[in-house]
């Protein structure tokens, strides 16, 4: 099974890392593993010498020279230019862009910059490193943190007096109507960083993208134009990306100048039935944990769900190994600070985490890095493999694949990890859902006058403004100024669509607010709702209020609504490409989505489906009901092709079954190329039409339609491929089989979804 | 309550029907941006302010204003023979400081000064009335805003300024007809007004009237008048917070300055009353929301009267 693998010469040398990968290369379940090549470093000088607090602080953290991109970002940022800095994790980003930004603040007294986290976690972690650096300087700068922690008696003295802000996406969104309050602070506004960019992608991305508009449309208002430093370790497409997010050109700086050690991969298989050998996913994490932890190596495993962390937690503790600590958020900050500082001092030896310590939150380099199940995405896989490596020290990155479809592919496609190209983070700027409530918000914050407007200009926004003042949410001045008549702010979800939204109650207590769409398809009654690890049940649905009651239980039953879709395509500027022996279609789509019935699994293996229509007629164990309103039909973007009479022809009446699983496998397999996650896309396979309708499962869409039409010969590969490795003799979840199918996966036939490809991709 | 009835009551029935010329008596005013009314009238009223010469010589005798100087050591530098900010200028310690502040009572301008008292003064200190000493009676202007909510993203309804004009009081009322169309105008109209003027005396303008009227202005890319402020709040609690229960500009008409409104409505009930205009276009309830804001700014000119014989 180790045909790549390098023998280590018997010796006593061994490091521990040589080790750790000796003790698990016998194992059966070891797949591959990949050599990283260590790098060394370059070291590049700037043309003007350093300010004094830099040179000070350079030489007392042992810092000699600047790596080159560091020294790029200080010339660019210098300049004036918005930058992107793009390069790998630990690579000193931080410090590339705190320098040439303290270095402007401590020439011009009244110059400020906001810095924006997408977690307030990352905000407490940077604002000590900020801390060192100002001490240095004779200006005040008084860098603080302003978050929804921030005591009301200290907001307004750090809004009169600091000059360095950091923030949260979230936090800005709230305090931007009170602008005024922030003129000295807006007024002298000369930069705005982006830590972690990455993050902004999707609904999310789009709205942080207007939200950015607006911003700079306020400092506008008060006489200033900043300059943008982005910055992220794992990204496909920094340049298209980041000109999206800021609306304007930027430089980008991609190559890593920072040295790194050697790391290996290795690729660890975790099917459940292994030739006959069955063991549990989570058991297997934590045999390779125990022995990577007795080395002496410090070892981090992520897992995907806290359910999961504490799951594999209560192992280790029965197991009684030591020095092992949980992490995930939902914990105390104190516990959580606690265990950073212990990781950074060597004190835990191993710790079991969440996506919680993927960002750069600073535990210093660990030695073995787990990655339990994939995280989604490559970036998302990087993010966390980058916690291993100390300077130029040997680390190991083990990534456990389970059954799921796309890790199955990546199980024998290893070379995917190290050589294919970040995914493309990717915003829909068009989404009018999203735009209109952003609109909302600038216009309540400034009156817009389009005339005069510079950042709401485009078609989109001019059609929403007369739609908004006809229904009465803004005025229409004589002059042609819009103004605002409500405070929006709380009711724009910077994660949402602006679509109606329900509160989540337990016991008097709002823990969540879901909008209508997701709850008509997850919060029915009797609906099991899994919250922050912790099961609830759905007990009663009051539509007037706007209220779903839930009740914490630990029901012995699941239910899986079953939903039918319809595609209907909008006639407007449908674009087509031809391949091979088809033509792929890209439009608008308008999706009607229907409740058919229900699947309740009990405990012990027992399933029971139920149509609508019997709903009311059968005797129930449990009182499922749908949701009492229905949402809308959506509309969205897509993709669509039709397979030639040919291959239906010879398929026959295997037909139906292969263009269904055609449908599964293409959308498994799609967030590999697009960041985004499974249940983000929709599929509806027509075997009448002889179609297959892929489209994004959000309102709007939120700009993953078109990277799918401009990469479907990618995709197709990939798909074919999927299917082709897959040992299962009729489909399994590793490939044609999806969780979410309306129809319970049925018809279903495996090969003749491959002879599909075969034929109209002819590869 | 039952006052509040009676005054509906009266709305109702008296005023239903009459137009708002024949109830308050003003003019709409046009502007670019559209329209509002507005209401001048004029008052005798007299204002009391301590000469300038007196407050300049309390002024040079706080030492305390110049930096590093606190009670004790006042106390000690006036048994060395130290009395006033003058006599500090000869001290080598305090040269520097010292000669800048008289720099900044004999040329300054009134943006230095207020700074340099809100720096080293607390709020409320008599001294802070050599700023409306210090300019022409003219150049005052008495400020009070009605508005929707008490927040700061709120619309105005009125706007009310007074000023002193050939010894007389003159009152100019801006009223918005129809909610934020008119704001615009009124806004308009009112950075018209400011011009010449340096001072603007509120009560709770600190924390309302100005940060208000900064964010309408903002919002509507107007750059806000760099104009100094004297909040008069400060001095009202300084003096009266142990005698009276509270300190509203009513209570303290009513119990110190011994006048008593009749028929005014509570500046709580100032939303309440325009929504109901807004539902039945009866200019009544405009008529009552403008007497609340006029008894407001004649209230003030009294409230500065009686500060500076305190």
């Known amino acids: 099974m180790c045909a790549y693998f390098p023998l280590f010469r018997e010796s006593e040398n061994r490091s521990f890392i040589e080790r750790i990968i000796d003790n698990l290369r016998g194992e059966s379940r070891t797949r591959k593993i990949i050599i990283l090549e260590e790098r060394d470093g370059i070291c590049e000088q700037i043309r003007s010498p350093l300010p004094h607090f830099a040179r000070d602080y350079l030489l007392k953290n042992g810092i000699v020279s600047l790596y080159s991109h560091q020294a790029r970002a200080i010339e660019l940022i210098r300049a004036g230019r918005d930058v992107f800095i793009s390069t790998g994790s630990g690579s000193g980003k931080s410090l590339a862009f705190n320098i040439p930004i303290l270095e402007h603040l401590e020439k011009n007294e009244s110059a400020t910059a906001l810095y924006i986290y997408p977690l307030k976690a990352l905000a407490n972690d940077q604002i000590k490193v900020l801390k060192e650096l100002v001490k240095r300087i004779q200006n005040p700068i008084n860098p603080a943190i302003y978050d929804g922690d921030t005591p009301k008696y200290i907001r307004p003295i750090i809004r009169n007096r600091s000059r360095i802000i950091l923030t949260n996406p979230y936090e800005l969104h709230l305090l931007l109507p009170y602008h005024s309050q922030w003129q000295r602070f807006f007024g002298n506004l000369r930069f705005i960083v982006i830590d972690e960019a990455h993050i902004y992608r999707g609904v999310f991305g789009t709205n942080f993208a207007y939200l950015l508009r607006r911003l700079e449309r306020v400092a506008e208002n008060y006489g200033t134009q900043p300059i943008y430093v982005l910055s992220s370790a794992s990204i496909g497409n920094p340049e298209e990306f980041g000109e999206k997010l800021i609306g304007r050109d930027l430089s980008v700086i991609k190559f890593d100048g920072s040295p790194k050690g050697k790391r290996y991969l290795l690729v660890w298989d975790a099917t459940d039935n292994l030739e006959g050998k069955q063991e549990n996913i989570l058991a297997q994490g934590v045999k390779i944990l125990s022995k990577s932890i007795k080395e002496g190596a410090q070892t981090i495993l992520f897992a995907k769900t806290r359910y999961q962390v504490e799951k594999i937690y209560n192992i280790c503790k029965r197991l009684g190994i030591d020095g092992v600590r949980a992490y995930r958020s939902g914990y105390a900050p104190q516990t959580r600070r606690e265990i950073e500082n212990q990781l950074k001092k060597g004190v835990a030896r191993g710790v079991i985490s969440t996506s919680a310590l993927e960002l750069g939150i600073d535990i210093g380099g660990l030695d073995v890095v787990i990655i339990l199940g994939y995280p989604g995405t490559l970036s998302g896989f990087w993010q966390r493999a980058g916690r291993a490596g100390r300077k130029n020290q040997d680390a190991l990155i083990i990534f456990i694949a389970t059954d799921d479809a796309l890790e199955q592919y990546l199980l024998y496609h290893p070379e995917i990890l190290t050589d294919m190209e970040f995914e493309s983070a990717l915003i829909g700027l068009e989404n009018p859902h999203i735009l209109k409530g952003q609109l909302l918000c600038a216009i309540s914050e400034l009156s817009l006058n389009p005339s005069k407007e510079k950042f709401f200009v485009d078609n989109i926004s001019i059609g929403l403004l007369d739609n908004l003042s006809k229904e009465g949410k803004i005025l229409k001045m004589d002059d042609g100024t819009y103004v605002g008549t409500v405070m929006p702010h709380r009711l724009v979800n910077l994660g949402g669509l602006g679509d109606e939204q329900f509160e989540l109650v337990v016991d008097n207590n709002v823990i969540e607010t879901v909008e209508l769409w997701r709850a008509y398809k997850t919060l029915f009654y009797s609906a099991v709702y899994l919250y922050q690890g912790d099961t609830y049940v759905v007990n009663d649905i009051d539509i007037d209020e706007r209220k779903i009651k839930l009740e914490k239980v630990e029901p012995n039953y699941f239910v899986t609504p079953l939903i039918c879709s319809e595609a209907h395509i909008v006639d407007e500027d449908v674009v087509a490409r031809r391949y091979g022996n088809f033509t792929l279609y890209m439009g608008r789509l308008l999706i009607h989505e229907e409740l058919i019935g229900f699947i309740i699994e009990f405990e012990g293996c027992r399933r029971v489906k139920v149509t609508l229509d019997d709903i009311e007629r059968v005797e129930l164990p449990i009182p499922i009901r749908p949701f009492p309103v229905k949402p809308d039909d959506f509309d969205t973007k897509g993709i669509w092709f039709d397979i030639s009479w040919k291959v239906r022809a010879s398929l026959g009446d295997r037909f139906p079954g292969s263009i269904h699983g055609l449908e599964h496998a293409i959308i498994g397999i799609a967030p590999l190329i697009l960041s985004c996650d499974r249940w983000d896309l929709g599929g509806i396979s027509l075997p009448s039409d002889a179609r297959i309708f892929i489209y994004e499962g959000i309102k709007g869409s939120a700009g993953l339609t078109e990277k799918m039409f401009e990469r479907f010969e990618d995709l197709l590969k990939m798909t074919k491929e999927l299917i082709e490795n897959c040992k299962c003799d009729y489909g399994c979840p590793s490939c044609v089989l999806s969780p979410k199918c309306g129809n319970e996966n049925k018809p279903m036939d495996k090969r003749g979804a491959l002879e599909i490809i075969k034929f109209i991709a002819k590869f | ?310």
Request: with cysteine; proline share 4%.
């Open chain 2, 1 to 310: 309550m039952q006052d509040i009835k009676e005054i509906i009551d009266e709305i109702e029935c008296k005023y239903n029907g009459l137009s708002i010329d024949e109830l308050i008596g003003g003019v709409l005013v046009e502007t670019p941006y559209g329209h509002c009314y507005r209401v001048h009238s004029v008052f005798d009223l007299l204002l009391q302010i301590p000469p300038a010469d007196e407050l300049k010589r309390a002024f040079i005798e706080r030492l305390e204003l110049v930096y590093g100087i606190r009670e004790n050591l006042w106390q000690r530098l006036l048994r060395y023979g130290l009395k006033t900010i003058h006599d500090l200028v000869c001290v080598p310690r305090y040269k520097n400081y010292a000669s800048s502040i008289l720099d900044i009572l004999e040329k300054g301008s009134l943006q230095e000064l207020s700074f340099l008292l809100e720096q080293r003064l607390k709020k409320g200190d008599k001294l802070f009335l050599i700023l409306p000493a210090l300019v022409k009676k003219e150049s005052l202007l008495f400020v009070d805003i009605e508005t929707d909510s008490l927040n700061i993203t709120t619309s105005l309804l009125v706007l009310g300024i007074g000023y002193f004009e050939c010894d007389r009081f003159n009152l100019v009322q801006y009223i918005s007809l129809e909610k934020r169309k008119d704001e615009r105008s009124i806004l308009n109209s009112f950075l018209k007004d400011v011009k010449g003027k340096n001072l603007f005396i509120t009560f709770c303008g600190r924390s309302f009237d100005i940060p208000v009227l900064q964010h309408r202005l903002a919002y509507y890319g107007c750059t806000p008048p760099e104009i100094v402020h004297l909040d008069l709040y400060h001095f009202a609690r300084k003096n009266f917070r142990h005698i009276l229960p509270n300190c509203k500009l009513r209570t303290i008409e009513e119990h110190i300055l011994g006048l008593k409104r009749k028929k005014d409505i509570p500046g709580e009930l100032v939303p309440h009353f325009y929504s109901a205009y807004e539902q039945t276009r009866n200019f009544g309830y405009i008529k009552y929301i403008v007497d609340h804001n006029k008894e407001d700014i004649l209230s003030l000119v009294r409230l500065l009267s009686l500060i500076s014989r305190i």
